[in-house]
C-alpha cells in the first residue's frame, strides 16, 4: 500500500493491506503486531485511522486486542478464508503454517466448454489450458481445482504450459507474464461429492462439500483466469466482510 493513500476509503484500504499481510504470513498466529506509532508510520496515516482499521480485523477475527499488552495476529484452526481478500489456496494454507502442495496434477490444452469460453468471453471451442490438482495442507487433502486460462495467454511456450500446475497461477500470470489479477468475482454454492471427488478428497461419497467458482480479472479487465473448486467444508471457516447499507433518506413530511 501507497503511504500516501487519501479520500473517503483510507480506513478500507488500511485493513485490506494489513489483512493482506496476515493472510501471506507476515505476521503469524499469536505474534504481536507492531506498536500503533510504528504500525501508523509505516502506512502512513493517523492512529485514528489505524485504530478503526484494527477494530474492523478485530470484528472479523484477524486479531484480538489485549489491553496493556497490545493486538495479537488470532491462532485459527481452520483456514480462514475470508472472501474480501482474494488470494489463492497455497497463500491460504501458508497463513495456518501449514505446507501447501499438490498431488494428481494434471494439465492439458483442450477446446473451452461453452459455459467456461463464455465466463472467459471467448468462442466456444477456443483452446483454454485446464489444470486439475488436489490441493493439500501438511499432506491432508482439502481442495479439489480445476483453473482453466486462455491458452492465448501462455502463447507457444511450452516451458511455461508445463509448469502452470507447479504453484501459484497468481505468481505465474506475474512473474512470467507480467498480468497482474486485479480481481476476482465469486460465486458459492453446497455441493456433494460424488464418487470422483469423494476419492479425490478422501471422504465418504455424499459429503458436504463448499463450491466456488471464480473469474479473475487483470487490470485492463480481461477474464484471464477461472477456478472450480470443491472444498472440504470442515476444512474451512468462511468470513465475508459486509458493509452497511449507509444512511437512508429521510421521509419527507
Do not use: C
Request: aromatic share 4%; hydrophobic share 40%.
Amino acid at each position: 500500500m501507497s503511504p500516501k493513500v487519501r479520500g473517503d476509503g483510507l480506513t478500507s484500504a488500511v485493513r485490506e493491506e494489513l489483512a493482506r499481510r496476515i493472510e501471506v504470513g507476515r505476521w503469524r498466529p499469536s505474534q504481536r503486531l507492531p506498536s500503533e506509532p510504528e504500525l501508523a508510520a509505516s502506512l502512513g496515516v493517523s492512529r485514528a485511522t489505524l485504530r478503526e482499521a484494527l477494530r474492523s480485523l478485530a470484528e472479523d477475527g484477524f486479531v484480538t486486542r489485549v489491553q496493556g499488552s497490545g493486538t495479537f495476529v488470532t491462532h485459527r484452526p481452520r483456514l480462514r478464508n475470508n472472501l474480501d481478500v482474494n488470494f489463492g489456496v497455497s497463500d491460504l494454507i501458508r497463513t495456518m503454517d501449514m505446507e501447501p502442495g499438490s498431488r494428481e496434477v494434471r494439465v492439458s490444452e483442450v477446446a473451452a466448454s461453452a459455459d467456461d469460453a463464455g465466463r472467459l468471453h471467448l468462442s466456444p471451442g477456443d483452446r483454454v489450458v485446464s489444470v486439475e490438482r488436489v490441493r493439500t495442507a501438511d499432506g491432508r487433502p482439502v481442495v479439489f481445482s480445476v483453473d482453466v486460462l486462455p491458452a492465448s495467454l501462455l502463447g507457444a511456450n511450452d516451458d511455461i504450459v508445463s509448469r502452470v500446475g507447479q504453484g501459484s497461477i497468481y505468481d505465474l500470470l506475474d512473474r512470467e507474464l507480467g498480468i497482474v489479477v486485479r480481481q476476482g468475482v465469486a460465486s458459492l454454492r453446497p455441493a456433494n461429492a460424488d464418487s470422483r471427488l469423494a476419492a479425490r478428497l478422501a471422504v465418504p461419497e455424499g459429503t458436504l462439500l463448499l463450491y466456488i467458482l471464480q473469474v479473475d480479472y487483470d487490470t485492463d479487465g480481461r477474464a484471464v483466469l477461472l477456478s472450480h473448486e470443491h472444498h472440504v467444508a470442515d476444512a474451512f471457516e468462511i468470513t465475508v466482510v459486509r458493509r452497511g447499507p449507509g444512511p437512508r433518506p429521510k421521509e419527507a413530511g
